[in-house]
């Protein structure tokens, strides 16, 4: 057994004990601790890869090469981040080099706002630049019952609505409130400024809420 595998992991996060389960264990060669990653992580890694690459089959290429980047990397992972945002770092790093590789690469933040035809919602319902909340709600929406929230179309919509939008709003998007990522993991894994992807987040949810809003008031409606 060597050192790199009975040196102490350090402390984990609070709420990430599971995960760092799976990292002391995939350090000792456990299979069963890799597969339960591929399961637990796999299709994000996709949806990520997919962001920089054009085809399912490059984006699943790129991912096998994330995994290997995985398994060489976890001796050194030191926990600073998230086990998941570490693993969708690697992702994002591996699909980019693919995709310069193939003379496709376009960096995330050079992207100009494509298909960004102005304010999705009303600004008057949103507080003034200057004020002391300024692009917060002043008008909040009405808020939705559980269960029309909860109904199968308004979640295939709002699934519809977020493949929609421009590629950086969507990719912001999925990261924040799909998969949970918080704004300093997001701005790491995509190599753009805290202040651009809260304009990006804002943008996508209005984008996304907008639309929700219209099939809800036709009361839930297709």
Not at 31 to 41: G, H, Q, S, W
Not at 112 to 129: H, I, L
Not at 130 to 139: D, H, K, L, P
Request: charge should be neutral; charged fraction near 30%.
């Amino acid at each position: 057994m060597n050192g790199a595998a009975t040196r102490a992991i350090g402390s984990p996060t609070p709420g990430l004990h599971d995960e760092w389960g799976l990292v002391a264990a995939l350090r000792l060669g456990d299979e069963a601790a890799f597969l339960a990653l591929v399961k637990r992580y796999h299709g994000a890694m996709v949806r990520i890869a997919r962001m920089y690459l054009r085809s399912d089959a490059t984006a699943e290429d790129a991912v096998q090469e994330a995994w290997l980047g995985v398994l060489k990397g976890i001796d050194d992972f030191e926990g600073r981040a998230s086990v998941k945002s570490w693993i969708f770092r690697i992702t994002a790093y591996c699909a980019k080099g693919r995709s310069v590789r193939e003379g496709r690469f376009v960096p995330l933040s050079s992207l100009e706002e494509d298909g960004d035809d102005g304010p999705p919602v009303a600004p008057e319902r949103f507080q003034p630049e200057g004020a002391r909340y300024a692009n917060n709600w002043s008008q909040p929406p009405q808020p939705w019952a559980d269960e029309r929230l909860a109904a199968v179309e308004t979640a295939a919509l709002a699934r519809a609505e977020i493949e929609r939008l421009p590629v950086r709003q969507r990719t912001v998007m999925t990261l924040r409130d799909v998969e949970g990522l918080d704004s300093d993991e997001v701005c790491a894994i995509l190599g753009i400024s805290e202040g651009n992807q809260r304009v990006l987040l804002h943008r996508a949810r209005s984008k996304v809420r907008a639309a929700l809003e219209q099939h809800l008031e036709k009361g839930g409606r297709p």
